[in-house]
């Protein structure tokens, strides 16, 4: 079955790395003589338009028994965030809608969890060789308090890594170092300030019919595939082809024991901590009634007490 990809291009994603990729994706749809279009994001939350849009217009659910010549094939380029937003997007539709992604952020952590090239040539070959698309399982979250729902394809942390990514989001000196291609200092920056600043809070969570209770929590993360801050295996045994969240929850401790915990995350050792507490269930519920900083892929929910419940779902993805 040929193809028409329908390419939504962050430029600005991974300082540039976006506008890189398009190029070369591009060039390459051209030498092969494959029918394309694109769409260039200009705002924050165009991918959503435009992805609803096509969702209203052209896009179609996948079907091993489809009788058609040519499949539209949505295909994202960006980083982390736009796939996110364009998971989103497309969830009032047809969940058999195929997402075809080309890693351009700078983390990537979706395409290293499950298994997409973090090379722009490399993970367009593997959407062209593709015959049918992936099943992966995401994140749904539900928020009693705010009334919310939403997907991830990463993971969701209360605590310590939302507050790092607010840090980066809103540092000073963020737009400076990304024109410099540096944008990962400010990453760095906003970690040493926040693991000095955040504090322990008061946590819930309902796992299995067992509710258990954490005085300290300083770092809360479900996630679906090993995966969290560009890298940094936070649960090496997460599989995100079955429908099982991890629940990981660090204790607050003194700088020494954290910078430990964290030499041994880095040798996937941490399971020895007795601060580092690890679960997997199909659905966990989370309550905090200290305000914390919460994020979902690395996009900023805001800050609040939460009441947040979490599930799996199916979704196509291309490669």
């Given at each position: 079955m040929k193809k028409h990809?329908?390419?939504?291009?962050?430029?600005?994603?991974?300082?540039?790395t976006g506008r890189k990729a398009a190029d070369k994706i591009i060039k390459q749809l051209q030498t092969a003589n494959i029918d394309y279009t694109t769409f260039y994001t200009d705002h924050a939350?165009?991918?959503?338009?435009?992805?609803?849009?096509?969702?209203?217009?052209?896009?179609?659910?996948w079907n091993t028994e489809l009788d058609i010549e040519t499949f539209p094939l949505l295909v994202v380029?960006?980083?982390?965030?736009?796939?996110?937003?364009?998971?989103?997007?497309?969830?009032?539709?047809?969940?058999?809608?195929?997402?075809?992604?080309?890693p351009c952020g700078s983390g990537n952590d979706f395409a290293r969890g499950?298994?997409?090239?973090?090379?722009?040539?490399?993970?367009?070959?593997?959407?062209?060789?593709?015959?049918?698309?992936?099943?992966i399982q995401i994140i749904t979250y539900a928020e009693a308090i705010q009334n919310e729902v939403g997907l991830a394809v990463n993971n969701i942390g209360i605590g310590l890594d939302a507050a790092i990514v607010n840090?980066?989001?809103?540092?000073?000196?963020?737009?400076?170092?990304?024109?410099?291609?540096?944008?990962?200092?400010?990453?760095?920056?906003?970690?040493?300030?926040?693991?000095?600043?955040?504090?322990?809070?008061?946590?819930?969570?309902?796992?299995?019919?067992?509710s258990l209770e954490f005085d300290r929590a300083f770092l809360c993360t479900v996630t679906k595939h090993p995966y969290f801050g560009g890298g940094v295996p936070i649960a090496p045994v997460a599989d995100p082809r079955?429908?099982?969240?991890?629940?990981?929850?660090?204790e607050r401790i003194n700088l020494f024991k954290i910078f430990w915990l964290i030499l041994l995350l880095i040798q996937k050792k941490q399971m020895k901590s007795k601060y580092f507490h690890h679960f997997q269930s199909s659905k966990f519920r989370i309550v905090s009634t200290v305000p914390q900083y919460v994020h979902a892929d690395?996009?900023?929910?805001?800050?609040?007490?939460?009441d947040i419940s979490f599930g799996t779902e199916t979704r196509l993805f291309w490669f």
């Amino acid at each position: 079955m040929k193809k028409h990809f329908y390419l939504v291009i962050n430029e600005n994603a991974g300082s540039g790395t976006g506008r890189k990729a398009a190029d070369k994706i591009i060039k390459q749809l051209q030498t092969a003589n494959i029918d394309y279009t694109t769409f260039y994001t200009d705002h924050a939350g165009h991918e959503i338009e435009i992805v609803q849009n096509l969702a209203q217009t052209t896009l179609i659910s996948w079907n091993t028994e489809l009788d058609i010549e040519t499949f539209p094939l949505l295909v994202v380029l960006g980083g982390d965030g736009t796939l996110h937003s364009v998971l989103n997007a497309l969830d009032s539709f047809d969940s058999k809608i195929p997402i075809g992604y080309i890693p351009c952020g700078s983390g990537n952590d979706f395409a290293r969890g499950v298994g997409i090239a973090r090379q722009t040539e490399k993970a367009f070959f593997q959407l062209l060789k593709a015959e049918v698309p992936q099943e992966i399982q995401i994140i749904t979250y539900a928020e009693a308090i705010q009334n919310e729902v939403g997907l991830a394809v990463n993971n969701i942390g209360i605590g310590l890594d939302a507050a790092i990514v607010n840090a980066a989001n809103t540092s000073a000196s963020k737009n400076t170092l990304n024109k410099f291609n540096m944008g990962s200092l400010s990453y760095i920056f906003s970690i040493l300030k926040v693991l000095f600043t955040q504090k322990g809070f008061p946590i819930l969570v309902e796992i299995n019919g067992k509710s258990l209770e954490f005085d300290r929590a300083f770092l809360c993360t479900v996630t679906k595939h090993p995966y969290f801050g560009g890298g940094v295996p936070i649960a090496p045994v997460a599989d995100p082809r079955k429908p099982v969240l991890d629940f990981v929850l660090v204790e607050r401790i003194n700088l020494f024991k954290i910078f430990w915990l964290i030499l041994l995350l880095i040798q996937k050792k941490q399971m020895k901590s007795k601060y580092f507490h690890h679960f997997q269930s199909s659905k966990f519920r989370i309550v905090s009634t200290v305000p914390q900083y919460v994020h979902a892929d690395g996009e900023i929910l805001g800050k609040r007490s939460t009441d947040i419940s979490f599930g799996t779902e199916t979704r196509l993805f291309w490669f």
